[in-house]
């Protein structure tokens, strides 16, 4: 079989089984399978990290060990229309031309390309290599928590390929360190008065994606439009907070949020005026950013419906306004390197209070804690409560890696031009799984991946030949 076709077959067997974040036993058990039924090793530790060992080939016996690394779970992100069950359906793949898309989901080649890659590595029998261990981690999209805690006892290997980068051609070094941040302010509940009108706000159809790689490219976020929209029309207008609901992941730019309010009957003509004024305003604002957005604010009549008091919701507006999003600094020494950004991910109204989950990241480890404490220092002042996730720090560079120089000199053997080298904003496992197991040296790479964490995901396939190429000379140099 063609190799290309061989990667997008196995591929094609890794997306047909559920594997959103902590859902991740049911393709470890298929992969163990798998690898059963080629009679080769597995080992899985306490966390529920996955090694498949594989043997060297014929006259490769005496080379070291090398790992190769991705991770199994995904982002779960799909479109308004669609039914998709990430629990229970495959995803469904679609080829458009040159590219890979899902129907109306996330298409999970972040990370599921470097799974469908170790195992056609493994079936294809005219690629030679040393001794490998394919370590596939679990939660990386929550936290790195599978890198984080993984057993060094399931790795023998010192030189370690990381296949999660998202441009071919581009040989990562380095990444940004990276934690959440969730806030609760408390809330309390009164009933709708006779006297108030209820209103349904939406805010649709933008693009969303990834929130280290897209976080510069001018996309909105929902969460914070809604509140910006919810400030505009309580400057003139009191309203009453009934529920509040945008993004559903961490590390994803939202795409969608919505809001019920009250106001008083005497308030509803100014309520809509206010609106269609910050709406245009919005429109104007992401004209050429956001071709698809849909605000849209309709009265509705609900019965026994409740909302926070006026002081409450202003809090909660106010707080959501204050909040950092988007990129905070750029590297003063490297050009175009995103130094700093933080993302409002998740805001949910619940019965106990406003939730709100954001994500920051950092190549300097000290910027990293400054943003988190800043966005912890809001939150107080608005009088919530706050829980950090483990901060990571970031995987610095080693320009002095052999493995590095190694790339560099069969790239450009095999594809006649030099790679380009560079660090990441978005995160990687490499320095989390070096620093646990004794100091690896680590590079990262991978094929051309476009608008991860989104239901645009898609993936480049003739990127894949480019990257196959390179990866099976690389494996016996």
């Known amino acids: 079989m063609n190799p290309i076709e061989l990667i997008l077959t196995c591929f094609e067997q890794v997306s047909a089984i559920p594997r959103g974040t902590k859902n991740e036993a049911g ?15 597995t080992k899985v530790d306490a966390t529920g990290n996955l090694v498949i060992q594989v043997p060297a080939s014929q006259g490769y016996e005496d080379r070291p060990t090398l790992i190769l690394q991705g991770h199994l779970d995904m982002v779960c992100q799909k479109t308004p229309d669609s039914r998709h ?16 898309v899902a129907d109306k989901t996330t298409l999970g080649a972040d990370n599921g390309i470097a799974i469908a890659l170790m ?9 030679l290599h040393p001794a490998l261990e394919l370590l596939m981690t ?35 070094i380095g990444c940004a360190g990276g934690g ?12 709708r008065s006779p006297t108030e009108a209820t209103f349904e706000l939406r805010i649709a159809g933008l693009m969303g994606g990834h929130s280290a790689e897209d976080i510069n490219k001018h996309r909105g976020n929902a969460n914070k439009l809604i509140a910006r929209v919810l400030d505009y029309i309580q400057g003139r207008v009191p309203i009453r907070l009934a529920s509040l609901k945008g993004g559903t992941a961490r590390n994803a730019i939202p795409r969608e949020a919505g809001a019920l309010f009250t106001c008083p009957l005497d308030g509803v003509a100014a309520c809509q005026e206010q609106f269609a004024q910050i709406q245009q305003t919005i429109l104007d604002e992401h004209l050429h950013t956001e071709p698809g957005l849909y605000l849209n604010l309709t009265q509705k009549n609900i019965e026994n419906l409740y909302a ?11 707080l959501l306004i204050s ?67 483990k901060l990571f720090p970031p995987w610095q560079p080693n320009m002095s890696s052999a493995l590095l120089k190694k790339c560099i000199e069969i790239y450009q053997a095999v594809h006649g031009k030099q790679p380009e080298v560079s660090i990441a904003h978005g995160g990687v496992e490499c320095g989390v799984i070096s620093e646990r197991c004794g100091g690896l040296d680590t590079i990262s790479l991978g094929p051309t991946i476009q608008n991860p964490h989104s239901p645009d995901e898609r993936l480049f396939i003739p990127s894949l030949v480019a990257t196959w190429t390179f990866l099976a000379a690389l494996l016996i140099a």
């Open 138 to 172: 679990v939660e990386e999209e929550v936290g790195v928590t599978g890198a984080d805690q993984i057993d060094p006892a399931l790795l023998t290997g010192k030189t370690l390929i990381n296949l999660d980068s998202e441009e071919e051609g581009v040989i990562t």
């Open 323 to 389: 909040l950092p999003q988007g990129v905070s600094a750029m590297s003063a020494e490297i050009p175009g390197l995103i130094e700093t950004s933080s993302n409002i991910g998740i805001v949910e109204l619940q019965e106990i209070g406003l939730l709100i989950v954001s994500h920051q990241r950092s190549s300097l480890f000290s910027r990293l804690e400054e943003i988190t404490s800043r966005v912890e220092a809001m939150a107080w002042l608005a009088g919530a409560r706050t829980e950090r996730t």
């Open 180 to 191: 959440g941040l969730h806030i609760t302010l408390p809330v309390s509940w009164e009933a």
């Open 85 to 100: 069950d990430f629990t229970r359906d495959p995803i469904r793949l679609i080829r458009e031309g040159d590219w890979l």
């Open 308 to 318: 926070l008091s006026r002081s409450e919701t202003l809090t909660a507006i106010r």
């Open 27 to 41: 393709i470890r058990a298929w992969l163990q399978e798998w690898a059963h039924e080629r009679r080769l090793l």
């Open 119 to 127: 195992m056609a590595l493994v079936d294809d029998d005219t690629i």
